[in-house]
Nanobody
Framework: QVQLVESGGGLVQAGGSLRLSCAASGRTFGTYAMGWFRQAPGKEREFVAAISRSGGDTYYANSVKGRFTISRDFAKNTVYLQMNSLKPEDTAVYYC????????????????????WGQGTQVTVSS
């Protein structure tokens, strides 16, 4: 089973950018669809972005569409979340998730779609 480690979180001013990374262990990275979720204090975990195992399909929450970009690097076994034009409401703990699938175009939009989760990385956007 793959293990996930997120990094790249931090404190940034509104309008700034951050790039989150999620490093996956093992040699089966290409068999996993990947996703990013976030959870703000007192709120439920919400979907942010997802990418298929092939990397050819992506999906975004409306709240981040046009500002965030998900991508994956098969050579580095890493999935990224580039976050631009950050807003205070983007403040949350961001989690990476993986779903083993045989479907090359599957993109999971629900937390229940995913089998494995990272520990999370804090993103704080100041106004």
């Amino acid at each position: 089973q793959v293990q996930l480690v997120e990094s790249g979180g931090g404190l940034v001013q509104a309008g700034g950018s951050l790039r989150l990374s999620c490093a996956a262990s093992g040699r089966t990275f290409g068999t996993y669809a990947m996703g990013w979720f976030r959870q703000a204090p007192g709120k439920e975990r919400e979907f942010v972005a997802a990418i298929s195992r092939s990397g050819g399909d992506t999906y975004y929450a409306n709240s981040v569409k046009g500002r965030f970009t998900i991508s994956r690097d098969f050579a580095k076994n890493t999935v990224y979340l580039q976050m631009n034009s950050l807003k205070p409401e983007d403040t949350a703990v961001y989690y990476c998730a993986a779903k083993a699938t045989v479907l090359p175009r599957f993109v999971g939009r629900e937390a229940s779609n995913y089998d494995t989760w990272g520990q999370g990385t804090q993103v704080t956007v100041s106004s």
